[in-house]
Structures are given as C-alpha cells and as structure tokens.
C-alpha cells in the first residue's frame, strides 16, 4: 500500500513538472499561454484556416508526451534482482550469491504498550518460598494419609462430588482440584472472572472451613499483597444443623437450591482482552494449590 501511494504521488509530481515546463517553453518561444482560453480559441481559428504554424510549436507537445511516458515507465517498472550462482564440485553444495541487494538488517521491535482492560494484568510474582518442592516432598506423603484416614471417619470430608461440580462448570466456573487446607479437603474448590474463589462443603463442620477461609486469605495476603482475591463460602446443610439468617458463610438445605442460586449468580464472561489475565489468575490458583497443603 505503500509503495502504491509513493507511486501515484510521483506519477502526481512528474506530470505538474512536464506540464509546467512545457507550459513556460511555449509561452516564451511562441508566446503561447497554455492555461489561456484565448490562446486555444485562436489556435483553433489559425488550423480551420489552413494558417501554417510552427513545426516547434507541435514538437514541443510531442517531446512533452514522450517525457511523460518515459518517467512514467520509469516510476511502475518492475526491479529486478540479479542472482549469480557460482559452479563448484558435485561434493560442495552450491550456494547462491545475491548480488546489487543491500542487506536488510530486522527492525527492532517496538514495545508496544499494555492498555489495561481490567484492574490487573498479571498477579505479581509469588512470595513462595524457594524449597517449596522439598517441604512438597517431604511432607506430602503424611499428609495423604492423614487426609485418608480422616475421611474414612468423616465422610463429610470426601472431596468427590461431581453433582456439586458440574452444577458450578455449567455456571461457567473453573472447577480446581480440592486442596488440603490445614487438614480440610473441601467439597468443591472452583474460580471465576474477576479473582473470585468458591469453596464449599456438604455437611461439614461450619468451623473448619471457617478456619480454612482463614488459612486461604492469610496466603493470598502474604503472596499476592496488591490484588484482593474475594473467597465466597458455602454449606450444603442436608442434615438441618445450621441456621442460614445467623451463619458466616452461606447455608443451602438442598443440592436443588444450591443448583437454583449458582444458575441465577453465573460467572462473569470473559472476554478476549482478560483471557490472559484469567489464565495468569489461573495459574497463580493452581500454584497455591501446590503449596497450602505443606503448610
């Protein structure tokens, strides 16, 4: 597109210099106005008269024309590159040499800079410690026993729960696996847009996973200081124990009014602008993952 507009504004500038030129020739040499309607009225009298009239006076037109259409040739001629290949033996492979083409150095990228569609981009870099994966090695291993041999005495603590897990991936959620926090395994561990986490349990202890909440904002604080993560909890109550006006975390009494509330309050939509956010926010939940059940 470029070259096409430099071509036009050339071809624009070769015609208003032909046309300027030949326009002060005749003016001086046949006293000619070529911009006056006059001059062209008696031209054309002198012609339907048989008046002779200068050989020079056509020639002039002529040699403009020819100007015109060689610096128009010039301007669209096609370049052409010129590539010698020089013969060597059957055993070297040939390689072309270019000649009369200057070598084109890439062009440095230019930064271009980040327009934030959200109140953040990316979560800052994490607070972790550096031998996380040797406490993870150390210590993962008791936990999971420990983890197991709670639920068999509790099986509230069961974390498989796909009715509860697809009741939030059809609202749009991100279903995580359960992490361990400070010996808890929730029901369901899910995020959305806008760094939300859902945590919930089906027939829990309200103080556990009070006590878990807990645990989960103390991390985000001391890992990510500048960016509020906002932790909705809930109790699916099926044996009747909690009172929803007077609890500290939601309380449904039905998986069917757990289903009738996450589909009237779905995920905010993502758009393509946050998607690399949210998979940075993703990430960073997977990490936290990895790393509360050593603590």
């Not at 084109?104 to 994966?133: F, H």
Request: aromatic share 10%; with cysteine.
């Amino acid at each position: 597109m470029r070259n096409k507009l430099e071509h036009i504004l050339l071809s624009v500038l070769l015609g208003l210099s032909i046309l300027l030129g030949l326009s002060f020739w005749l003016n001086t040499v046949f006293s000619f106005n070529l911009f006056c309607p006059a001059h062209w009225d008696e031209f054309a009298r002198l012609q339907a008269s048989h008046t002779p009239i200068a050989t020079g006076f056509y020639v002039s037109f002529a040699v403009a024309l020819l100007l015109f259409v060689i610096g128009f040739y010039l301007i669209y001629r096609p370049t052409k590159r010129h590539v010698v290949v020089e013969k060597q033996p059957d055993n070297i492979v040939t390689k072309p040499i270019v000649e009369d083409i200057p070598q084109q150095t890439e062009p440095e990228k230019e930064e271009t800079p980040v327009v934030a569609q959200m109140p953040i981009n990316r979560p800052p870099r994490l607070n972790l410690p550096k031998n996380m994966a040797q406490i993870a090695a150390q210590k993962n291993s008791a936990r999971e026993q420990s983890v197991v041999a709670k639920q068999k005495e509790d099986p509230s603590q069961n974390p498989y729960n796909p009715v509860v897990s697809e009741i939030f991936s059809n609202a749009g959620y991100i279903v995580k696996p359960n992490p361990t926090i400070s010996g808890f395994v929730p029901n369901l561990f899910a995020i959305g847009a806008n760094e939300i986490v859902w945590i919930g349990g089906i027939d829990c202890d309200v103080e556990k996973i009070m006590q878990a909440i807990e645990k989960l904002q103390s991390v985000f604080q001391s890992t990510l200081e500048d960016i509020p993560i906002n932790i909705n909890a809930f109790v699916l109550d099926n044996l009747n124990r909690y009172d929803s006006e007077n609890s500290p975390l939601m309380v449904f009494k039905s998986i069917d009014e757990l289903k009738e509330f996450i589909t009237e309050h779905p995920a905010d939509k993502i758009t393509d602008e946050e998607q690399e956010s949210f998979d940075s926010y993703s990430e960073y939940i997977d990490t936290i993952i990895q790393y509360i059940k050593n603590l």
